[in-house]
């Protein structure tokens, strides 16, 4: 079946590079952010989030920056390894609307060996 | 795995037949969602759950339903299924502050 991140931007990084994925929020009054990574025929997972009082936060190897002057996300992935390629999602939660979570239109990362 | 299922995982059905989709959690989270899944458009919101008999409406509400009479269960239904409905549908269950956790999905044909 057609892949569901087939007409999705794709970022083509190098193995061992570092990855940047970027992603525009559409509500100001949003609370929450999460970064989802998706694989072919599964649901999508967990990778970091922040809360709109926060605008950076590290994990392991990746690192989430939030900038609420221009509703802007980033998930930045170090040492990018071919395990990392899927597609990612970045996600927006309005705790004030039912904790309505809401998800932006992907993008497909293919790590290169 | 979070304890998130959903059943069926594949389903065909004919146009014109109701469908129900089910979505179970033994985790006791408050916010439940259902979603769908196509090519070139991410997750779309269909429903969401805030609590018993607590939902809303999400992005593409139209044609769908849904019922939560107890925590663990919500349930999505297509009163008259249409091609346009074809998709992959996922559940997902989150308390406040807390990342979603996905169930494995559920493949639906209309034909």
């Known amino acids: 079946g057609e892949s569901v991140g087939l007409h999705l931007p794709t970022l083509s990084v190098q193995e061992g590079d570092n990855s940047i994925i970027n992603c525009a929020y559409s509500?100001?009054?949003?609370?929450?952010f999460i970064w989802y990574k998706q694989e072919s025929g599964k649901g999508p997972q967990f990778i970091i989030d922040?809360?709109?009082?926060?605008d950076k936060r590290q994990g392991q190897r990746v690192t989430v920056l939030l900038n609420k002057t221009v509703k802007h996300l980033s998930l930045q992935i170090a040492a990018t390894q071919p395990g990392d390629s899927a597609v990612y999602f970045c996600?927006?939660?309005?705790?004030?609307?039912?904790?309505?979570?809401?998800f932006g239109g992907g993008t497909r990362l293919m790590v290169k060996p | 795995d979070a304890g998130i299922t959903q059943s069926p995982r594949h389903k065909v059905t004919e146009t014109g037949t109701p469908v129900t989709l089910r979505c179970h959690q033994t985790?006791?989270?408050?916010?439940m969602y259902w979603y769908r899944q196509d090519p070139g458009h991410g997750l779309r919101l269909i429903h969401y759950?805030?609590?018993?008999?607590?939902?809303d409406k999400g992005e593409v509400s139209d044609g769908y339903s849904v019922s939560r009479s107890k925590t663990e269960d919500f349930l999505l239904t297509l009163e008259s299924a249409t091609s346009s409905q074809t998709s992959v549908y996922f559940c997902?269950?989150?308390?406040?502050?807390?990342?979603?956790?996905f169930g494995q999905g559920t493949r639906l044909t209309v034909v």
């Open positions: 509500n100001s009054a949003s609370d929450y």
């Open positions: 985790e006791n989270h408050r916010y």
């Open positions: 759950s805030y609590g018993v008999k607590d939902t």
């Open positions: 996600a927006e939660n309005r705790y004030n609307a039912g904790n309505m979570l809401t």
């Open positions: 922040i809360r709109s009082n926060m």
């Open positions: 997902a269950i989150s308390d406040i502050w807390r990342e979603a956790f």
